[in-house]
Nanobody
Framework: QVQFVESGGGLVQPGGSLRLSCAASGSLSSIPIMGWYRQAPGKQRELVARITTNRNTYYKDSVKGRFTISRDNAKNTVYLQMNSLKPEDTAVYYC???????????WGQGTQVTVSS
């Protein structure tokens, strides 16, 4: 069973940048589609971005042009570069496999991103 450990979160000012990393305990190449999710206080977890093995990407409308998802199968790592951060980006960010018809069953601790002046 592949597990994921997120890192790179922190406190930044509006307009700042962060780069999140997701280290997989197993072979990332065995997972066709990986995603970054986030959960803000009082809200449901939502998909922020996803990436396939051939590097096709999808982004939530509100982060298009600001966030970039990438994957390095050799390092078993997925990244999320976040630029021009806004207070509404504040959330706990998680990485996991993307499933078409269901939410992933197992989640890690995530990494906290706080955008505040």
């Amino acid at each position: 069973q592949v597990q994921f450990v997120e890192s790179g979160g922190g406190l930044v000012q509006p307009g700042g940048s962060l780069r999140l990393s997701c280290a997989a305990s197993g072979s990332l190449s065995s997972i066709p589609i990986m995603g970054w999710y986030r959960q803000a206080p009082g809200k449901q977890r939502e998909l922020v971005a996803r990436i396939t093995t051939n590097r096709n990407t999808y982004y939530k409308d509100s982060v298009k042009g600001r966030f970039t998802i990438s994957r390095d199968n050799a390092k078993n790592t997925v990244y999320l570069q976040m630029n021009s951060l806004k207070p509404e980006d504040t959330a706990v960010y998680y990485c996991n496999r993307f499933l078409v018809m269901a939410s992933p069953t197992y989640w890690g601790q995530g990494t906290q991103v706080t955008v505040s002046s």
